[in-house]
Structure formats: structure tokens, C-alpha cells
């Protein structure tokens, strides 16, 4: 599951490198619909991957993902409330990927938080559990 299609370029890689799977792309654009191709097991659907409806209908049709790539806004809150909203639709041991997360960093994309210090609680909350429970702290 690919968030964010623009001109399709991606999804045309993803079907390439991944010819056995289903690749699906979300964009709020209406003209991303252009890109599907189910013929060739590529599915475009508009979406809005930051709203709790859109990924209800989404999860509805397609079920679970092995990989989701965040390609879509940069907005940090956007990123945000799209992992809140798919990451349980992630399989045991899929990936969820947010590209161009310099973005938490641009003030235009930087609105209400900041998507870095989001994801970087993850990283603290495994590793200081790695730390506390090896008895280094």
C-alpha cells in the first residue's frame, strides 16, 4: 500500500519489482484514478489516508498489508494519524515505511507536531526497555 500516487511512477515500480503481489494506492487526487490498472493487479483508490472512513472502506476491501510506504502530504499530523489509523492493519512482520520525513523539520509541513519526535518515542520506549531490562540501569 502505497499513500500518495501523484503521476503513478511508484506504483509502476512497485508492480515491476513485485510481480506476484497487489499494489494499491491511495490519493486524495481524484485524477490518481487514472492510474489503476487492475488488469495488472495495481488498484488505485481515493482516499484520504489521514481520515478514520477512508482507511475503514480501504481496510474493508483489501484487508491487511504487508508493506505500507507514507508518501503522501509530508504533513506531520498527516503522517501521524495515518500510522494511527493503519498500522494495526500491518501484518506480523510488514513494514511501515514514512518517506521524506525531513518534512518534520519544514515549518510549512511542521503544523501541530512534529512526526520525528512521534516516531522517536517508539525508538526510546524499545530501547530503554532493552537497557532497563539487561539491568544496565
Known sequence: ???GVLNGSSLRMWRDYFSKATI????????SM???NPTQNVHVRQCNAAKHADIEKL???FNTFDVVIDDA???CDDQIASFEL???YVKFGGVYVVEDSA???WPQYNTTSKSMEYFKNFAD???FHGVFDAGLV
Open 73 to 75: 502530504s509530508h504533513v
Open 125 to 127: 520506549v524499545v530501547n
Open 24 to 31: 494499491i494506492g491511495v490519493d486524495i487526487n481524484e485524477n
Open 34 to 36: 487514472f492510474h489503476d
Open 103 to 105: 518534512s518534520s523539520y
Open 1 to 3: 500500500l502505497e499513500l
Open 86 to 88: 493503519l498500522f494495526p
Open 59 to 61: 481496510v474493508t476491501e
